[in-house]
Nanobody, 119 residues
């Protein structure tokens, strides 16, 4: 059973930076893509960023494009998301997701890590 463990969340002041990490363990399949999503209180879960199977393609939501970097460390089965110039509207629970090869959806999810940005 695959397990995705997020870490790196916390309380940060506006304008600061955070690096979120997601470690995958127990995979019995090839991962096609991984992504970060977030869910703010009272709002639906939304896409933040994604990276493809070899790290050659990355995708960002407009809300974080230009101030975020998503990356994968294949040797460590880790995906990271660095977000700079954090804004109060970035406050949310951030989730790691994994899309197996051959699937068209993110089938596996982590438990989430809380990011709170104070103004």
């Amino acid at each position: 059973q695959v397990q995705l463990d997020e870490s790196g969340g916390g309380l940060v002041q506006a304008g600061g930076s955070l690096t979120l990490s997601c470690v995958a363990s127990g995979r019995t399949y090839s991962s096609y893509a991984m992504a970060w999503f977030r869910q703010a209180p009272g709002k639906e879960r939304e896409f933040v960023a994604a990276i493809n199977w070899n790290g050659g393609s990355t995708y960002y939501a407009d809300s974080v494009r230009g101030r975020s970097i998503i990356s994968r460390d294949f040797a460590r089965n880790t995906m990271t998301l660095q977000v700079n110039d954090l804004k109060p509207e970035d406050t949310a629970v951030y989730y790691c997701a994994d899309e197996p090869e051959g699937s068209s959806t993110y089938d596996y999810w982590g438990q989430g890590t809380q990011v709170t940005v104070s103004s």
